[in-house]
C-alpha cells in the first residue's frame, strides 16, 4: 500500500514519540544491545487449544463475548489440547440497589461555607470498584497513586467512575462515567469486526489491507470454496493457508489452521458456533526465530465527538516453539502458530523473566529498542500501528453510536462511557501491522501464575505486567479525571508551570523500571490492608495535607497519547459510514429501538428527497424488504424487527450507486451523505423558521404520520441543522467532557 501524505505526516508527527518510546527502557536498551538480535521471518503454522473462559452475557437479550482476558487463568488448566469452550451461564446483572439519579449539583456539594469551586478543588474523586474482578489489583494500584477515593464494596451514593472489569450491564446507574460502553462486546467479536472492517474495506480498500481477508461462516462458506478456487485456478502456485477462528472464542479457543476450505470441520459445529475463517499471515517477523504479537493500549475516551488515546507502551506476547511456515506436518503446533499467553504459558519452553526486555512477554518498547538498533525504522512502525488503531475505531463507531442511543437513550439520566480496548496485532516480515483482533476486555491482571511444584500454583507479581498496565489504568483515570478541569481552571498557574518542571519523557521513563520495582514492594504490603469501609459522605474532601491544588504534581507524565482529534484532518474522509450512522439513528423514531422499521425508512428516503420516476415508494419499499430479510436471516439478534445498520448500509450503498453512476463507491456515498445532509439540514432550517413563526405546531412542514414528524423533528429537541440528529447532539453533550 502505498503511504499517502496524510500519513507521511502522521509519521512525522509520531517519530518524537517512537523515538521516546524506543529509548524509553534505558535497561532494556542495555541488554538487548548486549545480546545478538535476531530480527528475521518465518512461514507459517496451526492452532491450538483455550480453557475455560467465562462467557458472561452482556445483555440477556444478546450473546457477547464478554470474558474478562484472563478470567480463565483463575484456576490452573489442563495442558493445551484442541479444546471447546462451553458457553457459561449468562452472569446476573449486578445490582446496585441504592444508586439514585444525581439530584442537580450533589458532585459539588458545599460544606462548611467552602465555595463550590474550592470544595471540588479539594474533594477526591470517588471510584466503584465493586466489579472490577481481575483488574482489581491494578485498579487499586492506580487510586492509591492518584490519591483518590475507592469504594471496593460499591456505595450507597453515587461514584464519580464506575469500574467494571466485564461489561456494561448496568441499567441503574445514572451518572458519573462507567469504563464500558453499552455493545462493545458485541462489536468486537470477530464476526462483527469482520463485518464492519469489511464495509470499510469496500469503500476504502488500500486504507482498510491491514486486516487478513475474512469470510463468515456457515452464511459464507460457499463463497470462501468459490473465491479460494478462482484464486488458485488463476495461480496454481499459491498454497494459501487460512486459520478458523470461533466467534465467541477467545485465548486461541477452538482455533485451528487448515491448508484448503475443505478442511473445515463442517460436521454439526458451524450452526451451533459460527466462526471466522481468515487468511493466515504466513510469514510473520520473528525475534528469536519465535512469532510474536504485540497488545496495544487504547483508550475510547468519548464516542462522540471521537477521542482515541493510545498508550505508548504495550506487550509482546512469544510463541514458545520456533516458527515454520505453515506445513500440514506442523499446522497442529499450537505453541509455533498462535501467540496467545494463555496457551504459551502451558508449554514447557515458557519463559518467566523479571525483565521487560526478556523472557516471553516483554514491553513493546523492548521490541521496537531490539529493532531500532537492528536499523528497522521505528518511527514508520509506529506510525503504521497508530493509523492501523484509528481505522479500526473508525469502523467501529458507527454501530457503537446505535448500541449507545439505545441502551443510554437521549434524554434520560446515564452514565458517560470510556473503555479500555486491547489490540492485538502482529507485524509482517515487512513490518507491516496486521490487526488480530480487538479486545473489549482486556486482561489488566498484574501477576502471573508460578507452578512452585507440580500442580501447585502460586500467583505472582508480574513486572512487565505491573509496568504497562498500571500506567494504563491509572493515565486512563487521570484522563477522565471529572474534577480536573474544575482544579485547571481554579489554579491555572499550576497546571501551565507543570509542563515546564517535569523531565523529558525519555529521561522519566528510562526511570520507570526502577520506579516499578519500589511499587512492587509498596503494593504487595498495601493491598494487604483491610478494604475501605463505606463512608457516609459522597464527596468527603481529602485531607489538609491531600489539598494539593494540583494533585497530580507527584506522578509521571501520561502514558496515553492522543491520537484523535489530533490526526482528525488526515483520518476524518473515511468517517462515510458514521455520518451514515447518524442518518440512520435519526429516523429511528423510538428511543431505545435499534432497527429502522418500514416507516422510518420511507421517512428517510422521503425527508432526503432520494424517490424520483426511476425510483417509486413502492420500489423503495422492496428493497428495504429483500435487504432486511437478508439480515435478518443472518443475524442471531433476532430481539427488534427491522432493518440494522449494516442493511442499512446496504441499501444506502445501493441508492449512492443508483444516482452518482461513474464514480469510485467512496465517492458515490460521499454524494450522497452530503446530499442527505443538506436536505434534512433545509428541512431543520424550515422547521426553525415555522417553529419560529408557529404556524406548523412544531411538525416538519412534509412529515405525514406522527412517527415521520418525530424524526424530521431534530430541532424540537435542540438538535443543530445539518449533519447531526437530535440523539447525535444529545450523546454530543453527554460525551462532552467538563
Ligand atoms: P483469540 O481471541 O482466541 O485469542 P485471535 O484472533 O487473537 O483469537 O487469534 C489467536 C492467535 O492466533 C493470535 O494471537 C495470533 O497469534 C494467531 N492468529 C490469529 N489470526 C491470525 C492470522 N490471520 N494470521 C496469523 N496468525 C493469526
Known amino acids: 500500500m502505498q503511504r499517502g501524505s496524510s500519513e507521511r505526516e502522521l509519521a512525522a508527527g509520531w517519530e518524537a514519540e517512537a523515538v521516546a518510546v524506543a529509548e524509553a527502557p534505558a535497561a532494556a536498551a542495555v541488554a538487548a544491545a548486549a545480546e545478538p538480535v535476531g530480527v528475521d521471518s518465518g512461514a507459517a503454522g496451526e492452532p491450538e487449544r483455550k480453557a475455560p473462559e467465562e462467557q458472561s452475557k452482556e445483555r440477556a437479550r444478546a450473546q457477547p463475548r464478554a470474558a474478562e482476558e484472563g478470567d480463565a487463568l483463575v484456576t490452573p488448566r489442563p495442558p493445551p489440547t484442541l479444546p471447546l469452550a462451553k458457553p457459561q451461564p449468562a452472569r446476573?446483572?449486578?445490582?446496585?440497589?441504592?444508586?439514585?439519579?444525581?439530584?442537580?449539583?450533589?458532585?459539588?456539594?458545599?460544606?462548611s461555607g467552602r465555595s463550590a469551586d474550592e470544595y471540588c478543588s479539594q474533594r477526591r474523586v470517588t471510584v466503584d470498584s465493586s466489579k472490577a474482578r481481575t483488574s482489581l489489583d491494578?485498579?487499586?494500584?492506580?487510586?492509591?497513586?492518584?490519591?483518590?477515593?475507592?469504594?471496593?464494596?460499591?456505595?450507597?451514593?453515587?461514584?464519580?467512575?464506575?469500574?467494571?472489569?466485564?461489561?456494561?450491564?448496568?441499567?441503574?446507574?445514572?451518572?458519573g462515567q462507567v469504563n464500558k460502553f453499552p455493545g462493545m462486546t458485541e462489536m468486537v467479536r470477530k464476526i462483527t469486526l469482520s463485518r464492519a472492517v469489511r464495509i470499510m474495506q469496500n469503500l476504502f480498500p488500500e486504507e482498510y489491507n491491514f486486516y487478513p481477508r475474512s469470510w463468515i461462516l456457515p452464511d459464507e462458506f460457499q463463497l470462501f470454496v468459490a473465491q479460494v478456487r478462482m484464486v488458485k485456478d488463476g495461480d496454481p502456485s499459491w498454497k494459501p493457508t487460512f486459520i478458523v477462528k470461533p466467534d465467541s472464542g477467545c485465548q486461541g479457543d477452538g482455533i485451528y489452521l487448515i491448508k484448503d476450505p475443505s478442511d473445515i470441520r463442517l460436521a454439526g459445529t458451524l450452526q451451533s458456533r459460527?466462526?471466522?475463517?481468515?487468511?493466515?499471515?504466513?510469514?510473520?517477523?520473528?525475534?528469536?526465530?519465535?512469532?510474536?504479537?504485540i497488545r496495544l493500549y487504547v483508550l475510547l475516551k468519548s464516542l462522540d465527538p471521537l477521542e482515541i488515546y493510545i498508550a505508548k507502551d504495550g506487550l509482546s506476547r512469544f510463541c514458545t516453539e520456533p516458527y515454520q511456515e505453515p506445513s500440514p506436518k506442523n499446522l497442529h503446533h499450537t505453541f509455533m502458530h498462535l501467540t496467545n499467553y494463555s496457551l504459551n504459558i502451558h508449554s514447557g519452553n515458557f519463559v518467566h523473566s523479571d525483565s521487560?526486555?526478556?523472557?516471553?512477554?516483554?514491553?513493546?518498547?523492548?521490541?521496537?529498542?531490539?529493532?531500532?538498533?537492528?536499523?528497522?525504522?521505528?518511527?514508520?512502525?509506529?506510525?503504521?500501528?497508530?493509523?492501523?488503531?484509528?481505522?479500526?475505531?473508525?469502523?467501529?463507531?458507527?454501530?457503537?453510536?446505535?448500541?449507545?442511543?439505545s441502551d443510554i437513550p437521549a434524554g434520560r439520566p446515564g452514565p458517560t462511557c470510556f473503555q479500555i480496548l486491547g489490540f492485538d496485532i502482529l507485524l509482517m516480515k515487512n513490518l507491516k501491522p496486521i490487526l488480530l483482533e480487538v479486545n473489549a476486555n482486556p486482561s489488566m491482571r498484574i501477576e502471573h501464575e508460578q507452578e512452585l511444584s507440580p500442580g501447585v500454583f502460586e500467583n505472582v507479581p508480574s513486572l512487565v505486567d505491573e509496568e504497562v498496565k498500571v500506567a494504563v489504568i491509572r493515565d486512563t483515570l487521570r484522563l477522565m479525571d471529572p474534577l480536573k478541569n474544575k482544579r485547571e481552571n481554579h489554579f491555572p498557574d499550576i497546571y501551565v508551570d507543570r509542563k515546564h518542571r517535569f523531565p523529558?519523557?525519555?529521561?522519566?521513563?528510562?526511570?520507570?523500571?526502577?520506579?516499578?520495582?519500589?511499587?512492587?514492594?509498596?503494593?504487595?504490603?498495601?493491598?494487604?490492608?483491610?478494604?475501605?469501609?463505606?463512608?457516609?459522605?459522597?464527596?468527603?474532601?481529602?485531607?489538609?495535607?491531600?489539598?494539593?491544588?494540583?494533585?497530580?504534581?507527584?506522578?509521571?507524565s501520561i502514558c496515553l497519547k492522543q491520537v484523535f482529534p489530533k490526526y482528525a484532518k488526515q483520518f476524518n474522509y473515511l468517517r462515510l459510514v458514521d455520518r451514515m450512522a447518524n442518518l440512520f439513528i435519526r429516523f429511528l423514531?423510538?428511543?431505545?429501538?435499534?432497527?429502522?422499521?418500514?416507516?422510518?425508512f420511507r421517512t428517510f428516503i422521503r425527508?432526503?428527497?432520494?424517490?424520483?420516476?426511476?425510483?417509486?415508494?413502492?420500489?423503495?419499499?422492496?428493497?428495504?424488504?429483500?435487504?432486511?430479510?437478508?439480515?435478518?436471516?443472518?443475524?442471531?439478534?433476532q430481539r427488534d424487527s427491522g432493518?440494522?445498520?449494516?442493511?442499512?448500509?446496504?441499501?444506502f450503498f445501493y441508492l449512492a450507486q443508483r444516482k452518482f453512476k461513474m464514480l469510485p463507491l467512496h465517492e458515490q456515498v460521499a454524494s450522497l451523505v452530503d446530499l442527505c445532509e443538506y436536505h434534512l439540514s433545509l428541512l431543520d432550517e424550515k422547521r426553525l423558521v415555522c417553529g419560529r413563526s408557529g404556524t406548523s405546531g412544531g411538525r416538519a412542514p412534509d412529515s405525514g404520520t406522527p412517527q415521520e414528524a418525530a424524526a424530521s423533528a431534530p430541532l424540537a429537541q435542540g438538535t443543530p441543522p445539518a449533519c447531526t440528529n437530535s440523539a447525535h447532539k444529545v450523546s454530543n453533550s453527554r460525551h462532552a467532557l467538563s
Open 92 to 111: 446476573v446483572r449486578g445490582l446496585c440497589p441504592h444508586r439514585k439519579p444525581r439530584s442537580k449539583g450533589r458532585g459539588c456539594r458545599r460544606s
Open 138 to 175: 491494578a485498579l487499586k494500584i492506580s487510586i492509591r497513586q492518584l490519591k483518590w477515593k475507592e469504594f471496593p464494596f460499591g456505595r450507597r451514593l453515587p461514584c464519580d467512575i464506575y469500574w467494571h472489569g466485564v461489561s456494561f450491564h448496568d441499567n441503574d446507574i445514572f451518572s
Open 274 to 293: 459460527p466462526a471466522v475463517v481468515q487468511e493466515y499471515i504466513c510469514k510473520p517477523l520473528l525475534i528469536d526465530k519465535l512469532k510474536f504479537d
Open 356 to 405: 521487560t526486555s526478556t523472557g516471553s512477554k516483554r514491553t513493546f518498547s523492548s521490541i521496537l529498542c531490539r529493532l531500532s538498533s537492528k536499523g528497522v525504522d521505528i518511527k514508520k512502525v509506529w506510525s503504521d500501528i497508530i493509523s492501523l488503531v484509528i481505522k479500526t475505531v473508525i469502523a467501529l463507531t458507527p454501530e457503537l453510536k446505535v448500541f449507545y442511543q
Open 504 to 556: 523529558p519523557v525519555s529521561d522519566r521513563m528510562s526511570s520507570s523500571v526502577l520506579q516499578l520495582s519500589k511499587l512492587f514492594v509498596a503494593r504487595s504490603q498495601k493491598l494487604k490492608q483491610p478494604a475501605v469501609k463505606e463512608e457516609p459522605s459522597d464527596s468527603e474532601p481529602a485531607s489538609a495535607s491531600d489539598a494539593n491544588p494540583n494533585p497530580e504534581a507527584h506522578l509521571p
Open 589 to 600: 423514531g423510538i428511543k431505545g429501538t435499534m432497527k429502522l422499521g418500514p416507516t422510518g
Open 607 to 637: 425527508n432526503c428527497k432520494l424517490s424520483s420516476s426511476s425510483l417509486s415508494m413502492a420500489a423503495v419499499d422492496i428493497l428495504y424488504i429483500d435487504i432486511t430479510r437478508r439480515w435478518n436471516s443472518m443475524t442471531l439478534d
Open 643 to 651: 432493518m440494522c445498520l449494516q442493511g442499512f448500509v446496504e441499501a
